[in-house]
């Protein structure tokens, strides 16, 4: 395992939209507009992984416009992400203990992961995996074994007690 570059979560939009008005919430990070940018930037560079580090004026427009589609979760990372010009597979559901060895398994691609009220990226290329969390860094590993572990691990000690969303994450392939 080799982190490639480290990264922090600065922007958010406290914002949520419900019922036709947005709503204040708990301060929203940008993370699904990180891991978004994040996935489209490997994509692009998936042979240089260190050019795919996200920007927050990438970020921060795609993390407003997937809070205020007024659409259920899966409708509106669908509709996002085909309006960036890219294609959003249908969720796979599965729990966290298994989700990265089912990712890794599938073959290459880029996945943006919801684990409840956070998300992440997966990536598979080049004989390599990929994690990246938008509130730590860019990881990279050279064995389907470890890449499971260390995100399964990772989980149960940042985000497992996250409003009790330990089942059920939803694992969104994105394509060109």
């Known amino acids: ?21 947005a709503i204040n919430s708990a301060a929203e990070g940008w993370c699904f507009g990180y891991s978004l940018n994040w996935c489209t930037r490997m994509l692009k560079n998936g042979s240089k992984p260190k050019l795919a580090m996200p920007t ?11 809070e205020m589609v007024d659409l259920d979760w899966d409708g509106s990372v669908a ?17 966290w203990n298994v989700l990265p060895g089912v990712v890794s398994e599938a073959g290459n691609g880029y996945y943006i992961i919801d684990i ?20 730590d860094g860019l990881y990279e590993f050279a064995d389907k ?3 499971s572990a260390f995100v ?25």
């Open 79 to 95: 509709k996002v992400v085909t309006e960036l010009g890219y294609n959003c597979g249908a969720p796979m559901a599965r729990d």
């Open 1 to 21: 395992m080799s982190k490639l570059f480290d990264f922090s979560n600065e922007g958010f939009t406290n914002m949520r939209y419900k019922k036709g008005q």
């Open 145 to 147: 074994g470890a890449f």
């Open 56 to 66: 927050s004026m990438d970020a921060g427009p795609l993390q407003q416009k997937v």
């Open 116 to 135: 409840g009220h956070h998300w992440v990226g997966f990536g598979v290329a080049n004989a390599k995996f990929y994690y990246f969390d938008a509130n």
């Open 152 to 176: 399964v691990k990772d989980f149960k000690e940042n985000y497992k007690g996250d409003a009790g969303f330990e089942t059920g994450h939803k694992a969104y392939k994105i394509t060109s």
